[in-house]
């Protein structure tokens, strides 16, 4: 790898993290403290992201030795060697179409396909108070969170830094935590519906060739705060 270094491009920081923001946002209702908690956790990621990716290397840096030991001969100041799995595994020639590179976006494109998809089947049962138990959440109860995840390991997959690596868990975290409080927000307000919607349908990740037949009122277990 010899192309040239690609760092302090803090414009370029600015532009992708407000894009990427941006475009999350336009497919949830910020209607809740925890709407802005949600997408505040996925704003801080996304922010951590392209920091590194345009301004700053801080993990190239700190593990500029050992990389350089490993993989005689590679650039890790070039922005091409960013892209660390393609480079460690042994994809030297453009990581952009390497085999980690397109999983990431296929990834990030699910992500956001499923988070446009839950949010709009929410939004619906929001208006008609009822349970949102059809699309995604015929098969989870939290498709918008399991969006959000998917779309983080997307992008860990394109560009892994220790400090995405290390906000990751904690993120996932968070979310279970909202997950839970929206959860028994939703079961003191519609009792025995979201108790039958509960026993049918899980909380993260789909049992597949299951369904749900509950009705009701459903913002992922969510009630306004």
Sequence with gaps: M???PAYGLWT?????????????ASFTRLETKRDWRSLG???????????????????IYLLSGWLGRQFPGVDFWSHDAGHLLEMMFGWRVNPHFGPFHFASNILIVAGFWLLASSWHVLYAAQREHRLA????????????YDAFVVIMIGFLLQWPTLVTLAMFPVLVWVYVRLA????????????????AYARAVPRFLPRFGHGTDAAGSHRGGAVHD
Excluded at 17 to 23: C, D, H, K, L, Y
Excluded at 41 to 59: C, D, Q, R
Aim: net charge negative; charged share 20%; aromatic share 16%.
């Design 2 to 4: 010899s192309d040239a």
């Design 12 to 24: 370029l920081v600015i532009i992708n993290s407000v894009v990427f923001i941006v475009f999350a």
């Design 41 to 59: 956790a996925f704003s801080a990621f996304v922010v951590a992201l392209f920091t590194e990716m345009y301004g700053f290397p801080l993990t």
């Design 133 to 144: 138990t059809t699309g995604p959440y015929a098969r989870v109860r939290h498709p918008q």
């Design 180 to 195: 839970k409080r929206e959860e028994e927000a939703s079961r003191a307000e519609f009792g025995a519906a979201w108790e």
